[in-house]
């Protein structure tokens, strides 16, 4: 079945220092990857996706580019602030397996220090 | 921005009393799900709904669980009879096209069973 692993946190970074957060996937067809962001207090926000291989998906200075040949989608920033302080979710919807919905990772939690 | 809007935010229930839980999904929505996190865990898949019926559901989805789309613009989740481990955030997710596709979050419907 389809599987979504991410790295473990809680990850703590000082301001302005850079992030990268590993996501690879396991899938029986072609999914669609995205990020997720949960903001203390909030709701699932789509931080940001990509349908095909090697498509980069970029959002509030974040990045991940699909990459097919290591099945990972890790999300990338060159220069976190304090408010990028949140829980990440790396999920995948694979349109040739409707059983299987989106499938989320477990998180990472992110925490940036002033 | 459209939005996916729940009610209530937060709700305190006795164990074995009966929970609804309302959603809004975007209006030109015509998929709909509910996914549940319980504190501190990863986001789990509870149900899909479709052209008014259940599409997919997980294991979590059982008989105490139901599904309703009572008019045009409600989507509710039942819980039976409630159980101390139902205690978790509950998402109602929208999309308007099926797997693969981006789904949109609502903030969440926090219950606490006591």
């Known amino acids: 079945g389809n599987s979504v692993t991410q790295m473990e946190g809680p990850v703590t970074l000082s301001e302005e220092a850079f992030l990268t957060i590993n996501c690879t996937y396991t899938?029986?067809?072609?999914?669609?990857l995205f990020w997720y962001v949960q903001y203390p207090g909030e709701g699932l926000q789509l931080l940001l996706k990509?349908?095909?291989?090697?498509d980069k998906g970029s959002n509030k200075g974040f990045e991940a580019t699909y990459r097919k040949e290591t099945t990972s989608f890790h999300l990338e920033k060159g220069s976190v602030q304090v408010s990028d302080s949140a829980v990440y979710f790396c999920?995948?919807?694979?349109?040739?397996?409707?059983?299987?919905?989106?499938?989320f990772g477990p998180g990472t939690r992110l925490s940036v220090l002033p | 921005e459209p939005e996916v809007t729940q009610t209530p935010s937060h709700q305190v229930t006795q164990m074995g009393q009966e929970v609804i839980l309302r959603c809004v999904p975007i209006?030109?929505?015509?998929?709909f799900y509910w996914y549940r996190q319980i504190l501190g865990q990863k986001v789990e898949f509870l149900v899909s709904?479709?052209?008014?019926?259940?599409?997919?559901k997980s294991e979590i989805f059982d008989d105490q669980f139901s599904v309703e789309r009572p008019d045009g613009s409600n989507f509710t989740l039942k819980i039976r009879s409630t159980k101390l481990e139902d205690s978790a955030m509950y998402f109602c997710?929208?999309?308007?096209?099926?797997?693969?596709?981006?789904?949109?979050f609502g903030e969440g419907s926090w219950l606490t069973v006591v």
């Open positions: 999920a995948l919807s694979d349109p040739d397996n409707y059983g299987q919905n989106f499938v």
């Open positions: 997710a929208s999309s308007n096209r099926g797997p693969g596709n981006t789904i949109y």
């Open positions: 899938a029986t067809g072609y999914p669609s």
């Open positions: 709904f479709y052209n008014n019926e259940i599409s997919e």
């Open positions: 209006s030109n929505h015509l998929y």
């Open positions: 990509a349908t095909k291989a090697d």
